[in-house]
Each structure stands twice: as C-alpha cells, then as structure tokens.
Nanobody, 122 residues
Framework: QVQLVESGGGLVQAGGSLRLSCAAS????????MGWFRQAPGKEREFVAA????????YYTDSVKGRFTISRDDAKNTAYLQMNSLKPEDTAVYYC???????????????WGQGTQVTVSS
C-alpha cells in the first residue's frame, strides 16, 4: 500500500506562486509515474501534469503549460508541482497520484492523496 501526502496548498493572489509537495511512503518510488490532478467545485477531476518514472519525461494539460512545472526527487520520495502566474480558474483541490510504471500522457493512477486546497483570489 502506497500513501501519498500532499502539502503546500493555500490562498494566493492572482499572479502569485505556490509549490505543492507530495511525499510518498514507498520504497520503489522511482518506479512510479507521479501526477497531479485537480477538482474545482461542481466540476470533474481533471489531469494537470505528470512526470514519468525513470527518466523524468513530463506532460502537461494545455491550460498550465508554461506556468506549472512538475518535478521529482527520487532520493526523497517526493514529487512537486511549482505553480506560477496563478489564475482564479486554477482554484481547486489538487490531488497527487501514483501510477506504477505508468504512461506519462495517459495516467491510470493506482494511488491517490487526500488533496490540498489551492485558492487563487482575483
């Protein structure tokens, strides 16, 4: 069983930045594609970004390209999402996800975190 714990959410003004972290309790972290999803009120959960196991290829949804950066530190079993130039429409609960040997542009998560709230005020 893999546990994922997100942190770093909060309230920020439009144009500001936040960095989300996802700490994983698993010995074989490097074999998991890690991703971030988000769910805004009244909307379905949507994919945001992913980083491949071994090699670190990344993939982003179009609306965050150039503003968000996903990264990972396998030595710390942690994935990150750096979010810059935040917009009110980025407001959502952000979820970390892990997909064992997953395809970076077609994640099918095996595990989910509990979510962290990101609120961007205009």
């Amino acid at each position: 069983q893999v546990q994922l714990v997100e942190s770093g959410g909060g309230l920020v003004q439009a144009g500001g930045s936040l960095r989300l972290s996802c700490a994983a309790s698993v010995r074989t972290f490097s074999t998991y594609t890690m991703g971030w999803f988000r769910q805004a009120p009244g909307k379905e959960r949507e994919f945001v970004a992913a980083i491949r196991w071994s090699g670190g290829n990344t993939y982003y949804t179009d609306s965050v390209k150039g503003r968000f950066t996903i990264s990972r530190d396998d030595a710390k079993n942690t994935a990150y999402l750096q979010m810059n130039s935040l917009k009110p429409e980025d407001t959502a609960v952000y979820y970390c996800a892990a997909d064992h040997y997953g395809v970076v542009n077609l994640m099918s998560p095996d595990y989910w975190g509990q979510g962290t709230q990101v609120t961007v005020s205009s």
